[in-house]
């Protein structure tokens, strides 16, 4: 079992950054292609961010694609998502999540092998 826990989620005015964290716990990651997802009140939710599992690809959707950045530190089980250039719009809960296929990722299958709780990132005007 992996146990993911996001971090570093907070407010922020536009324009501004943050970074999340996602630790993971109980086996390492390093076999695993790694999400990020959000979920904004009332909407669907959406990828924002993949790394397959040897960092070799990425994928980031067109509405983040130059604002952000995943990255991972096998060293310290814990993948990362760089948000630069924050909008009102890119508020959400920000989920990570693992999964043993690279496809199923950007699928955002339901049923991906784990998921983190969540971040709360409000961006505000």
């Known amino acids: 079992q992996v146990q993911l826990v996001e971090s570093g989620g907070g407010s922020v005015q536009a324009g501004g950054s943050l970074r999340l964290s996602c630790a993971a716990s109980g086996r390492s990651l390093s076999g695993y292609s790694m999400g990020w997802f959000r979920q904004a009140p009332g909407k669907a939710r959406d990828i924002v961010a993949a790394?397959?599992?040897?960092?070799?690809?990425?994928y980031y959707p067109d509405s983040v694609k130059g604002r952000f950045t995943i990255s991972r530190d096998n060293a310290k089980n814990t993948v990362y998502l760089q948000m630069n250039s924050l909008k009102p719009e890119d508020t959400a809960v920000y989920y990570c999540?693992?999964?043993?296929?690279?496809?199923?990722?950007?699928?955002?299958?339901?049923?991906?092998?784990?998921w983190g709780k969540g971040t709360l990132v409000t961006v505000s005007s």
């Open positions: 790394i397959n599992w040897d960092n070799t690809v990425t």
């Open positions: 999540a693992a999964d043993s296929a690279y496809t199923n990722i950007l699928a955002m299958g339901g049923d991906l092998d784990y």
